[in-house]
């Protein structure tokens, strides 16, 4: 059974900065592609970046050129990389891997993070 274990939340003012981590335990993780997702209250979870397991990355347009996606294999851990964040960016966020365009795991419990204007 995998396990998504994320940190590194927390309360920041805007333009601030955080690094997330997740790591993910009993996988195979360097064979899947991994994502970040967010939830915001009443919102929907969205798709905020991925990585391929040789490192191509993708991002949505709200964060392109402020987030950068990372992944360590050797330690099954991928890293959210936020700077400038916005009061628009607080969300609860989640890892999971992905294939074809789906989740692979269940969600685990996710990391708060707050941004103050």
């Known amino acids: 059974q995998v396990q998504l274990v994320e940190s590194g939340g927390g309360l920041v003012q805007a333009g601030g900065s955080l690094r997330l981590s997740c790591t993910a335990s009993g996988s195979i993780f360097g064979i899947n592609a991994m994502a970040w997702y967010r939830q915001a209250p009443g919102k929907q979870r969205e798709l905020v970046a991925r990585i391929t397991p040789g490192g191509n990355t993708n991002y949505a347009d709200s964060v392109q050129g402020r987030f950068t996606i990372s992944r360590d294999n050797a330690k099954n851990t991928v890293y959210l990389r936020m700077n400038s964040l916005k009061p628009e960016d607080t969300a609860v966020y989640y890892c999971?891997?992905?294939?074809?365009?789906?989740?692979?795991?269940?969600w685990g419990q996710g990391t708060q993070v707050s941004v103050s204007s």
């Open positions: 999971n891997a992905v294939r074809f365009g789906s989740t692979l795991y269940t």
